[in-house]
């Protein structure tokens, strides 16, 4: 058994010695200081995370997708980011997934043994059919996961691109990848429980990632979630919304403008900006690659 005491994770935090002595506000304070050690952490790897962005943008947009592997809270992680990317963006579920190690129910009720096997890790990606299309990130906040190495060494054979996201320095034996992501945040508040700092830098990282990614594919204009089809009233009412916003016109012309376009806020937005039907709208989107802002202003 590997001795991991080295390992920043894994240390004590001096400030957090006398947590079980401290009031609740004193340690809600301490608690809050650290956080925003996560923060700078995730601060000091943006050149990293702005390759990391690039390698995911070129590879949906060459029809591949972003699968993470993790397991525990990293798994979690992977498999919230990645749930969330259909509701905030309209893409199909499949673009963007989350594998957590022991399969679904892992996310309600711990398998911690499912982590150690790195056979598991690499049976999963064979499972996703990966290929040279696709982007694997493998999420491991104390480093040496080996399902998530097994992920990454089986993804890189298949010619996938994989990046490793990991919040500890180096470890012996790492799998090799094309970007490593590394937020050192430091010894947590409760020794080892890398569901705080860690957990925190993590889901910054990866909320970073897919939607500047998404930002880039066009689901974006402003800064308003423009990629959206009303299918329940309270879409409906997001939708006339932001057509409202973005055109000027009241909530009731809005709303018209909306059910012409079928529910399609970029449709409707077109539309109205260059005084045509639904099909032509729709042609001016498909030769902007989707991009509202190119499909309204290009000439």
């Given at each position: 058994m590997n001795d991991r005491s080295h390992l920043l994770t894994e240390q004590r935090l001096p400030e957090s010695m006398r947590l079980d002595a401290m009031s609740i506000d004193e340690a809600i304070d301490l608690m809050n200081r650290q956080d925003q050690e996560a923060v700078q952490a995730v601060a000091r790897i943006r050149p990293d995370i702005t390759r990391a962005t690039e390698i995911v943008v070129a590879a949906l947009r060459q029809g591949g997708r972003l699968i993470y592997y993790g397991a525990g809270t990293s798994g979690r992680l992977g498999v919230l980011d990645a749930s969330e990317c259909p509701p905030t963006f309209r893409v199909d579920p499949n673009l963007v997934q989350g594998v957590i190690a022991g399969g679904p129910e892992a996310m309600f009720r711990a398998k911690e043994?499912?982590?150690?096997?790195?056979?598991?890790?690499?049976?999963?990606?064979?499972?996703?059919?990966?290929?040279?299309?696709?982007?694997?990130?493998?999420?491991?906040?104390?480093?040496?996961?080996?399902?998530?190495?097994?992920?990454?060494?089986?993804?890189?054979?298949?010619?996938?691109?994989?990046?490793?996201?990991?919040?500890?320095?180096?470890?012996?034996?790492?799998?090799?990848?094309?970007?490593?992501?590394?937020?050192?945040?430091?010894?947590?508040?409760?020794?080892?429980?890398?569901?705080?700092?860690?957990?925190?830098?993590?889901?910054?990282?990866?909320?970073?990632?897919?939607?500047?990614?998404?930002?880039?594919?066009?689901?974006?204009?402003?800064?308003?979630?423009?990629?959206?089809?009303?299918?329940?009233?309270?879409?409906?009412?997001?939708?006339?919304?932001?057509?409202?916003?973005?055109?000027?016109?009241?909530?009731?012309?809005?709303?018209?403008?909306?059910?012409?376009?079928?529910?399609?806020?970029?449709?409707?937005?077109?539309?109205?900006?260059?005084?045509?039907?639904?099909g032509e709208a729709r042609l001016f989107l498909d030769k902007a690659g989707g991009k509202l802002r190119e499909a309204v202003h290009e000439s």
């Open positions: 043994g499912a982590e150690d096997s790195p056979e598991g890790g690499a049976a999963d990606v064979d499972a996703k059919q990966v290929g040279p299309n696709d982007v694997v990130m493998g999420i491991a906040a104390g480093g040496t996961t080996p399902y998530v190495h097994g992920a990454l060494r089986r993804a890189k054979e298949l010619g996938a691109k994989t990046i490793f996201l990991s919040c500890v320095q180096v470890v012996p034996n790492e799998p090799p990848v094309d970007v490593t992501l590394r937020p050192l945040v430091g010894p947590e508040v409760l020794t080892g429980s890398t569901r705080l700092k860690a957990g925190t830098a993590t889901k910054l990282v990866l909320n970073t990632i897919t939607t500047i990614a998404m930002v880039q594919l066009g689901k974006v204009y402003e800064n308003l979630m423009v990629d959206l089809r009303a299918s329940n009233i309270k879409l409906w009412d997001r939708g006339a919304r932001i057509v409202a916003t973005l055109t000027g016109l009241d909530r009731d012309h809005a709303m018209e403008l909306l059910r012409a376009a079928d529910g399609h806020v970029k449709l409707a937005v077109v539309m109205h900006k260059r005084h045509v039907s639904a």
